[in-house]
């Protein structure tokens, strides 16, 4: 494997194991608290299970619109009774498929055929900024590991001035001088 093909795919691993780590400190009375607007902690969770879920369809080659309707979107489908074991099982399948992929080719997309070197970076991306609003919204440790925190950066850095719709919330305006991780997190539509 490349070197670079591994880092992506330590950046990747570590961010699962970070989220992970956030994942296993919900107490339990905290799974229906507000994470997002629209979401509570276990829709956030679950919402990670289903793309980790989805990644190795997508890796094989199945495009988005043939393995969506393959899986459960529903919180309680998704979490079970050990969310804990269903984010594992979710994110230890991503990584097997990950390792396994010859990451310079292409997945589709809804947006289109993407390279998967993109695509896995916008879900390292995605678990570094989920696993922030999981932490701020169980009042946990909200820090960002710093070569995480970089890599959602280059992510940042390629969204549109809307965002995502659905994926990512256009910027917030951050004060001068604001810390990397606030202007980081800003560019996701967070206010940290």
């Known amino acids: 494997m490349p070197a670079d093909d591994a880092a992506l795919l330590e950046l990747f691993q570590r961010a699962q194991n970070a989220f992970t780590d956030r994942v296993d400190a919900v107490e339990s009375g905290r799974w229906d608290v507000a994470a997002l607007p629209g979401w509570t902690v276990a829709d956030l969770v679950a919402h990670l299970v289903d793309e980790n879920r989805w990644m190795p369809d997508l890796l094989a080659g199945d495009p988005v619109e043939l393995v969506e309707p393959r899986f459960s979107h529903a919180t309680a ?44 970076e916008e879900l390292t991306a995605d678990l570094v900024v989920h696993g922030w609003d999981l932490a701020r919204a169980t009042g946990g440790d909200e820090r960002i590991d710093p070569a995480l925190l970089r890599a959602a950066a280059v992510v940042g850095d390629r969204l549109p001035a809307e965002g995502w719709p659905g994926l990512f919330d256009p910027p917030l305006q951050v004060p001068a001088g604001a810390p990397e991780q606030a202007r980081v997190l800003a560019r996701f539509g967070r206010r940290a």
């Open 77 to 120: 489908d998704l979490l079970g009774d050990d969310p804990l074991t269903a984010w594992e099982t979710a994110a230890d399948a991503a990584l097997a498929a990950l390792a396994a992929t010859d990451l310079h080719g292409t997945v589709h997309l809804y947006r289109g055929p993407t390279p998967i070197r993109e695509y896995v």
